[in-house]
């Protein structure tokens, strides 16, 4: 039997349980702050006692000698106000209006003190909150004195606490609540992205199944769906392969025939035949097979590969020139990246009749350009013949060979090197490709 859990497995129960906890937050909070709240009485209710507080004692001071009324008046006194008896009024009592509305104060609080004398001397501190010290002299019956000296607290508290402090707990509870559930979600997703992110550059990598409930499916089927992906490269890589190795094998048989033919002209003409073919299947098979090309990255000097692809090109009678930086290296798998710049090359002096090749540094980036002097590309197509299979309609007029593959694989390669592919045409004519890799 499971053990019973207090902390729900499921992510929409433990948002409902971090708010329900918030929610109690708030409660216990605005409760204690009613209650503090109860300790700082509002501006009335101190006026009010400090009123009875004064008839009181003026009441029992009258009916006792007078000799007794210092020490009954002392008595008397309490940590709310201090009393004191004397023959004659120790305050001059002054015409200023915050007095005056004092005495209105005292006697609407107390009716005992309606018609009788009363001095006043209130004055406000000077620390906040601004509390009011007061001395207030009650004329007893006897013509003698009784002098209260109290302090009526400023007490903002008691609305503050009650409504902007239950109003803040509550926020503070939510953010708290929010926060929570936000860490609790935040780990898990941020492991997926970028377990996605690395699964998006051909790495195989698992993710723990921890977190909520949901995020547990989540991460479960994310690791299933990449031993799915990973069965069926492994299948196609294992197709290609016998693909390749079964349609080789035809070919070979063709040209070793083809030898047989005693026709001249119809020898050459099986023999290219056979040739395209070839060079279609090699360009397919690149194509489907670029994600696992298992050739390591390695330190190379990108010019000397320019130059060895020119040297090929010149070698075999054809117009190529190369133009640029001596070395320059950077981190590629050099093999792949020859590969690409020769199906650049072999475009260009296809379609372009020429092939010169420049390589300059520009910051960071290092730049092979090869331009021709051909006819371009329509600019509304300079971005789809970097599809698959995409072939431009006079190339397919002129019924040259190939599938349409050649600048999709070299994209290919660039992408996996951390690099671009920019076609432009030139002002004066033909067109202007350019490899950008990361240079070191």
Not at 239 to 268: I, M, Q, S
Request: no cysteine; net charge neutral.
């Amino acid at each position: 039997m499971k053990p019973w859990r207090l902390w729900p497995q499921r992510l929409g129960g433990q948002v409902t349980l971090v708010l329900m906890l918030a929610v109690a937050l708030e409660f216990i909070g605005s409760s204690i702050l009613f209650e503090n709240s109860r300790i700082y009485p509002n501006r009335d209710n101190q006026v009010r006692r400090a009123a009875e507080q004064l008839v009181t004692a003026g009441n029992i001071l009258e009916n006792i000698p007078a000799a007794e009324r210092p020490a009954r008046a002392a008595a008397l006194s309490n940590r709310g106000g201090r009393l004191v008896w004397s023959p004659q009024s120790a305050l001059v009592d002054r015409e200023r209006s915050a007095e005056h509305k004092l005495r209105d104060e005292f006697r609407d609080a107390e009716p005992g003190l309606r018609d009788r004398d009363l001095h006043f001397n209130a004055e406000l501190g000077h620390a906040l909150p601004r509390d009011t010290h007061l001395k207030v002299a009650l004329r007893l019956r006897d013509g003698t004195w009784l002098t209260l000296k109290t302090r009526i607290r400023a007490a903002p508290w008691a609305v503050l606490l009650s409504s902007v402090g239950s109003a803040f707990i509550l926020g503070l509870g939510v953010i708290a609540a929010a926060a929570l559930v936000l860490r609790n979600l935040s780990r898990p997703l941020r492991a997926l992205a970028e377990a996605a992110d690395k699964v998006g550059q051909d790495a195989h990598v698992r993710i723990g199944e921890t977190g909520a409930g949901d995020l547990k499916l989540v991460a479960k089927a994310f690791n299933a769906m990449q031993d799915r992906i990973a069965g069926l490269l492994r299948a196609r890589t294992d197709a290609l392969a016998a693909v390749g190795h079964d349609l080789r094998t035809p070919l070979a048989r063709l040209r070793l025939r083809a030898g047989f033919v005693k026709d001249a002209e119809a020898r050459e003409a099986l023999e290219a035949d056979v040739d395209e073919m070839t060079a279609m299947l090699d360009s397919l098979l690149a194509y489907l097979g670029g994600q696992e090309d298992p050739e390591p990255r390695r330190r190379t000097d990108l010019a000397a590969l320019a130059m060895t692809v020119v040297d090929d090109a010149v070698d075999a009678g054809r117009p190529a020139a190369y133009d640029g930086l001596d070395h320059l290296p950077v981190q590629v798998r050099p093999v792949s990246l020859k590969r690409a710049i020769s199906n650049i090359v072999e475009n260009a002096l296809h379609y372009g009749g020429e092939a010169n090749l420049t390589l300059t540094r520009e910051g960071a980036a290092a730049v092979l350009a090869v331009e021709d002097s051909g006819p371009g590309i329509p600019e509304a197509e300079l971005a789809e013949v970097l599809q698959p299979f995409h072939r431009l309609d006079s190339a397919r007029a002129r019924n040259t060979a190939g599938l349409g593959l050649g600048l999709t694989i070299v994209q290919q390669i660039l992408h996996r090197e951390g690099g671009v592919l920019v076609l432009k045409n030139r002002p004066e004519g033909g067109l202007r490709v350019e490899l950008r890799l990361p240079a070191l």
